[in-house]
């Protein structure tokens, strides 16, 4: 199943092959019975990412809770990424409701490991999608990181930084406007992976 979705390598060796849907039960159920008690989740959530194994990382993002994640935590979760989809995971549906989310994208921006840079756009783009009420103004100074990273060449970090301006584009028309500004921008670069990244997000964006 791994295979199937271009999830291979360690993940591959370290996984028993359940499906997501039987992973995301499992959590289920945990959530429910550590909903009163934040912290036994989140010990949990630590004990069952040192397995290495891949299903129990997945539930380990899965009944983790955000106030509970530390910085340190973050940055030794993100350095062990061997995969897109433990990173995505991992950045979607916990690190981007951590209050050190923000931080996180400018340090991991700089990274030279491909998913750690990864994490940093995914980030960006979980958070753009979730936190409602944060202000337009706070967004701004991230176009200027999402320049530096578009001109990355690797598969996963460029797709990530794409993710990252579409998801911030969409938050509102004043947003969308720069967003856009800076996709244009990228789309007549000479470096092909920062024009792959502007004809990217322009695409999306006309679709909208």
């Not at 923000?102 to 979730?130: I, P, T, Y």
């Not at 009420?133 to 598969?155: C, H, K, L, S």
Request: one cysteine or more; proline letters at 3%.
């Amino acid at each position: 199943m791994q295979r199937q979705f271009g999830i291979t390598g360690k993940v591959a060796e370290t996984a028993f092959g359940v499906r997501m849907a039987d992973v995301q039960r499992v959590a289920k159920s945990v959530r429910k019975r550590g909903k009163e008690n934040a912290a036994w989740n989140h010990e949990l959530a630590l004990a069952l990412w040192e397995t290495g194994q891949y299903e129990a990382r997945m539930v380990s993002i899965h009944v983790d809770v955000p106030s509970q994640v530390t910085s340190s935590q973050m940055d030794g979760w993100a350095k062990s990424f061997t995969d897109w989809a433990v990173c995505d995971t991992a950045c979607f549906k916990l690190f981007d409701r951590s209050p050190y989310a923000f931080a996180k994208v400018e340090k991991w921006s700089k990274s030279s490991h491909e998913f750690v840079k990864r994490a940093a756009f995914a980030v960006l783009a979980g958070v753009a999608l979730h936190d409602k009420g944060r202000p337009d103004g706070d967004y701004m100074p991230f176009f200027e990181v999402i320049r530096r990273g578009a001109g990355d060449e690797r598969n996963f970090v460029k797709k990530g930084v794409s993710w990252a301006l579409r998801g911030v584009g969409k938050r509102s028309p004043g947003l969308r406007k720069h967003a856009q500004a800076c996709a244009q921008e990228l789309a007549s670069s000479d470096d092909p992976s920062e024009r792959w990244v502007g004809k990217d997000a322009l695409r999306d964006f006309a679709r909208r």
